[in-house]
């Protein structure tokens, strides 16, 4: 019933940018009226006593009954998604399910690149050169690791070429030029080396040493390792490729360190990327351990978003952030490594380098932690949206379920018109408070 009214006009108000205004401005006056309404409920005479009670108070309470029904966070969220036109929807709709394809290129990939090595016996003849240059066990493993790793490289170029860099340019997302993105490329691929050469040493140190137990002795190497690369991520390795500098404009920063003060976040500064060096996707992250714990957030962000939505985005990482996702990370890694080792102990590295990526958390606790915090159910919508550039906004329980770290935009919205439904409006920003005071219009 309320679904017939509400629709339409919740339709037409998302329809122009001023939506959230009126919107928000029933929800006031829903706030407003509220306590009169439950009462009637409570009595539970509400069928009867309404009509009645309507004509005897006319305007007001019955707009107001009419608002605690009114608000229907399925028409909602479908009001959302319907704001993105069909021809974008599509199109993200094919990079992200192209991705689910190239998950399986690249496996398919990795896969015939090692029996090729193998078969070939360029394999064997790079561990008999190995045993040649070196007498020392490590420095033939490191000797192996770095040619292996280099033919794996070369031979995969065409794959990563056409999916990082025309795939990327294709869609839109990507705003390198190739020598640029090939130098980022052969750092990629440096510290690709050095980690890997590193852990390989690591890894066959303890499979010699302990070949029975090699699986847990490789599971705790391996988590160690990645500890440490999370923990030097950012001093050592995302300098590299883009710059990280303090916020200065307190119109951004201190609402930002506001949130993050009310939540125990002992953040002094929050970053800004120039990630539209790479691409225009809109993002923020929380990179680091322990004392390099640091929240940024990207150019792209700050230029294409309104501050609700900076505060939507920013309420999210810290989510990851308090959570503490970083250690829950590791945590999951940890168990999928040890299956993976116990799996497949004959194939150990190549195991190593197809679990490494994606170990599937999902979470919907950052974002629930994300809007509790921002308060802002329409903001989170609208981010949501902006995401679905490049990641299907619609995607069916078992897509989201294999191919998707975060909720999908509709999980998403679906979630933020919840919120917004079991809440009452406060904390919302200053220009909607403006807009709100009776004598603005
Ligand atoms: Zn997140």
Known sequence: MELVTGKPSLQNA?????????????????????????????????????????????????????????FDPAAATKAWLATIPRDRREKS???????????????????????????????????????????????????????????????????????????????????????????????????????????????????????????????????????????????????????????????????????????QIPAKQVFEVDASRQNTRVSANVAGLFGTTRIALNDNLLKQCALPEIRAVMAHEMGHYVLNHGVKLLTYAGIFLAIGFALTRVLFDAAVRRWGVRWGVRSIADDAFGINTSREPDSMAKVALRLGAYRKLDPTPLEEFVFFDHPSGRARIRMAMDWKAANLPAGESPAVETALLPNSH
Not at 20 to 30: K, P, T, V
Not at 41 to 63: D, K
Request: aromatic residues 16%.
């Open 93 to 263: 709709d094919a990079y992200f399910e192209g991705g689910y394809w190239l998950l399986l290129w690249n496996f398919l990939l990795l896969a015939a690149i090692s029996v090729f090595l193998l078969e070939s016996r360029i394999s064997a003849r790079l561990r008999d050169f190995a045993e040649r240059v070196s007498r020392s066990k490590n420095l033939r493993v490191a000797c192996y690791a770095v040619a292996y790793l280099l033919l794996v490289y070369v031979l995969s170029f065409p794959l990563n070429l056409y999916e990082h860099f025309f795939r990327e340019h294709h869609y839109g997302f990507a705003t390198q030029s190739f020598l640029p993105w090939f130098r980022e490329q052969l750092i990629g691929f440096g510290l690709t080396t050095i980690g890997g050469t590193i852990l390989l040493i690591a890894l066959y140190t303890v499979f010699r040493r302990a070949p029975r137990t090699a699986w847990i002795w490789g599971t705790a190497v391996a988590v160690v390792f990645m500890l440490v690369v999370m923990f030097i991520a950012p001093v050592f390795i995302e300098p590299l490729f883009n710059t990280y500098k303090p916020i200065t404009n307190p119109e951004i920063k201190n609402p930002i360190l506001a949130m993050a003060r009310a939540n």
């Open 14 to 70: 998302l329809d122009e940018s001023s939506a959230f205004l009126s919107a928000r401005f029933r929800y006031q006056a829903h706030a407003v009226m509220r306590p009169p309404v439950i009462i009637l409920l409570s009595v539970g005479f509400v069928i009867a006593l309404m009509p009645v009670y309507a004509r005897q108070n006319p305007a007001p309470l019955r707009s107001a009954a009419e608002n605690t029904n009114r």
